[in-house]
């Protein structure tokens, strides 16, 4: 019911910015947790959440993982109906490979992994020192 086609992705300098994009086609009117996650190393089928927001409620529903908070913003915007993750002052950390995700249901920064049914493919962020 959710198709997702992130993209964005490339290479930036410590310091930089880069903004990712994940086109969102969903349900007319059904709300959907939407989501940014990052491979971990060494484990590519694992992923680290790193930002949360609900499509129709951003205000109440949009959180970050700790470490990011203050650099990166997720942002969804309903005109292009596109899920967005702008990453300022960028630090060699940020590098790894970003996908974005979508589920149906109660949205939050508790929200499990293994309830975002649907995935994107996956954008390169690399960052230079």
């Known amino acids: 019911q959710v198709q997702l086609e992130d993209s964005g992705g490339g290479s930036v300098q410590t310091g930089g910015s880069l903004r990712l994009s994940c086109t969102v086609t969903?349900?007319?009117?059904?709300?959907?947790?939407l989501g940014w996650f990052r491979q971990i190393k060494g484990n590519p089928e694992a992923r680290e959440k790193i930002?949360?927001?609900?499509?129709?409620?951003?205000?109440?529903?949009?959180f970050y993982k700790a470490s990011v908070e203050g650099r990166f913003t997720i942002s969804f915007d309903h005109s292009e109906s596109k899920l967005y993750l702008k990453i300022n002052d960028v630090e060699p950390e940020d590098t790894g490979t970003y996908v974005c995700?979508?589920?149906?249901?109660?949205?939050?920064?508790?929200?499990?992994?293994?309830?975002?049914?649907?995935w994107g493919q996956g954008t390169r962020v690399t960052v230079s020192s």
């Open positions: 969903r349900p007319t009117g059904r709300n959907v947790c």
């Open positions: 995700a979508a589920g149906f249901g109660y949205c939050s920064i508790d929200r499990a992994l293994d309830d975002f049914g649907y």
């Open positions: 930002a949360v927001t609900d499509s129709d409620d951003p205000d109440g529903s949009t």
